[in-house]
Nanobody, 116 residues
Framework: QVRLVESGGGLVQAGGSLRLSCAASGFISRRNVMCWYRQTPGKQRELVAT???????AYADSVKERFTISTDNARNTVYLQMNSLKPEDTALYYC??????????WGQGAQVTVSS
């Protein structure tokens, strides 16, 4: 079992920055794949950023060059640094972990609101 707890959401003006954190407990493995998703009302959940077991990263086109995903060395925490925020980045952001055995876990969500 993996438990994920997000923090760091909030209200920010356009052009500002926020950093989301997701603290993981339970089955912590350097082979876990860790991601951030986001969702707005009436829309499907969107994959924002991924960091693989080999520390390779990938981003949605809409956030490239603005967002950065990273973890601490122990992979206890995954971060999403969000810079140059836009109103369209407003969403509920979810942390996601997939274990080597393909079990999937979600955090409870952190609200990010960007005002224009």
């Amino acid at each position: 079992q993996v438990r994920l707890v997000e923090s760091g959401g909030g209200l920010v003006q356009a052009g500002g920055s926020l950093r989301l954190s997701c603290a993981a407990s339970g089955f912590i493995s350097r082979r876990n794949v860790m991601c951030w998703y986001r969702q707005t009302p009436g829309k499907q959940r969107e994959l924002v950023a991924t960091i693989t077991s080999g520390d390779n990263t990938a981003y949605a086109d809409s956030v490239k060059e603005r967002f950065t995903i990273s973890t601490d060395n122990a992979r206890n925490t995954v971060y999403l640094q969000m810079n140059s925020l836009k109103p369209e980045d407003t969403a509920l952001y979810y942390c996601y972990v997939r274990t080597p055995g393909f079990s999937e876990y979600w955090g409870q969500g952190a609200q990010v609101t960007v005002s224009s």
